[in-house]
């Protein structure tokens, strides 16, 4: 589902991610935080049930899926009065307030693309009315007034899933077989201001779940569960052209592994970023690739792949990071990644350089009594925020279903308060004073200082991924006097949040 691009690439953020292949991540000059934005949620509305589909227009956020109510933040159902929306809504991205676009549905909205003048937002679903108006599957609506566009109405046969916008182009992808009663097997598009159908005709052969174009409009990315684009072998994954819908050569395509007998993995979101595109995938079976691979939108190859096990949902990239939601339970195969048993990590980010894990640990859960069970579900973001839907119930362990959002308003999450160091005192006059190390959700790298008093006696720095069994370090501290008696603690720091531990004394033998 396309996702307006409006992230910048700073070079001391391009610099910070291209120094990550040797080693842990190279944190970015972000007060309190290492990537584009910090683990801590900001306040928003919630809805009541899942939202599948999320797109940005200047401050206005678009969020679409199967709630029908919108809940104040922090509160349960019951707790407070609620704002209807049938299946789709806009928040304010400042506040996370719901505006007053509030159009009646009959049915799920699964995509929502913007144009990227910002004048105008699509939507895609299941849905046959708006307000009561015949409204086949899909509809496009006024960013500035809220209101539907009369004139516009193309009719899609069946489910659309994907959507993007580039010039006047709209471009479809779902489980449909015609658009406007001619043959369009799952993909077709539109034109933009008048709606009418547009030669553009890729027949894939089953459904597709993720359309993007590249942003100098030149490709146009398809993702899903089809193995074929006009008659051609294209699993999962294709490159076409944006007039003709021919595919290209896309060596990329061939790390989506083919099915197998146990295992079919196929494209979930596609995301463009300049000249590159990521892809990410889930797969049915043990083992099955749920990862995300990088390509050269100019060449179609590789540039790298990560192959987390827990099926990849939704990604965005923003600068240097690729943000991502999945239900990931091993990244073993990742430098410094996590082995299963550490739980399932929702939310995660990568370099767009290398794929390496990056410093961003938020998480969610997913809802059990959802159809999907899965989590995160949608992506949108800027170069200063993200968004993210979902069937989730809480974030970061507090109520928030639905729908949250992560800022680069300074300070980020604080690191893990150090417990009090161990202290061995010897007749020489020296203390070792040995402590364990720290975490961050939204820091990889924190300076440990080591505290005799108000006297800072050894000063380090630290790289630790929170789900690492916790570090010993020590530090000697010398010259002591015999027979008196000395208080060391800890503080550990981020760059801006400094958390300073319990004391602990010893006396010189």
């Known amino acids: 589902m396309k996702k307006l691009v409006l992230a910048l690439i700073t070079g001391a953020a391009v610099l910070a991610a291209a120094l990550i292949p040797s080693g842990p991540p190279v944190q970015a000059a972000t007060p309190g935080f290492a990537s584009a934005v910090s683990a801590i949620k900001q306040t928003s509305w919630q809805t009541n049930n899942s939202v599948n589909a999320l797109a940005i227009a200047g401050n206005t956020v678009f969020a679409g899926g199967l709630f029908t109510r919108l809940r104040q933040p922090g509160k349960a159902s019951g707790q407070a009065p609620e704002a209807l929306r049938s299946y789709v809504a806009a928040f304010d991205r400042t506040t ?5 676009f509030a159009p009646v549905l009959n049915g799920p909205v699964y995509a929502i693309a913007t144009s ?7 939507i895609g679903g299941d849905f046959t009315t708006v307000n009561g108006i015949r409204r086949s599957k899909i509809a496009m609506f006024s960013v500035a007034t809220g209101k ?34 001619a043959t369009r097997n799952r993909l077709g598009a539109v034109r933009l201001i008048q709606g009418d159908l547009l030669p553009w005709n890729p027949n894939a052969n089953n459904d597709v779940y993720a359309v993007d174009v590249a942003d ?9 569960p089809f193995s074929t684009i006009n008659g051609k072998d294209h699993y999962s994954l294709a490159m076409l052209n944006n007039t003709t819908g021919a595919a290209f050569a896309f060596p990329a395509a061939a790390a989506i592994p083919k099915p197998t007998a146990t295992c079919t993995t196929r494209v979930k979101d596609i995301d463009t970023l300049g000249d590159n595109v990521y892809v990410s995938n889930g797969g049915d079976g043990g083992g099955c690739y749920d990862g995300v691979l990088a390509a050269q939108v100019s060449t179609g190859k590789l540039l790298w792949q990560n192959k987390c096990l827990g099926a990849t949902e939704a990604i965005k990239a923003i600068g240097s990071w690729l943000y991502k939601g999945s239900h990931a339970h091993n990244c073993s195969s990742s430098p ?7 739980g399932t990590h929702y939310l995660l980010v990568e370099s767009t350089i290398n794929g390496n894990l990056g410093p961003w640990f938020p998480n969610t859960d997913a809802n059990p009594k959802s159809t999907t ?18 069937d989730f119930l809480h974030v970061n362990g507090t109520i928030q279903v639905g729908i949250t959002r992560f800022t680069n308003t300074p300070g980020g999450a604080a690191p893990a308060v150090p417990k009090a160091p161990t202290l061995t005192a010897t007749s020489s006059g020296r203390v070792y004073v040995s402590y364990t190390d720290s975490y961050d959700l939204d820091n990889l790298t924190l300076t440990y200082n080591v505290f005799r008093g108000s006297l800072n006696v050894g000063s380090n720095k630290y790289t630790t991924y929170f ?23 800890v503080e550990v720091h981020d760059g ?11 006396k010189i033998p």
């Open 336 to 342: 410094n990644g996590f082995p299963d048993g550490t």
């Open 148 to 181: 539907l566009v009369a004139a516009w109405d193309p009719v899609v046969a069946a489910r659309v899933k994907a959507l993007a916008i580039y010039g006047n182009s709209v471009f479809i992808g779902g489980a449909f077989r015609a658009i406007d009663g």
């Open 216 to 224: 100098n409009g030149t490709r146009v990315f398809v993702g899903g």
């Open 467 to 489: 789900w690492q069994p916790r570090k010993t370090y020590q530090v000697v501290d010398r010259g002591l006097a015999r027979g008196s008696s000395y208080t060391y603690h």
């Open 373 to 390: 069970q899965v989590g995160p579900l949608a992506m949108a973001g800027t170069a200063t925020d993200l968004w993210v839907g979902g």
């Open 116 to 122: 990227p003048d910002g004048k105008w937002v699509v």
């Open 496 to 506: 801006r949040n400094i958390m300073k531990g319990a004391n602990a004394t010893v």
């Open 96 to 100: 996370g307030r719901p505006t007053a």
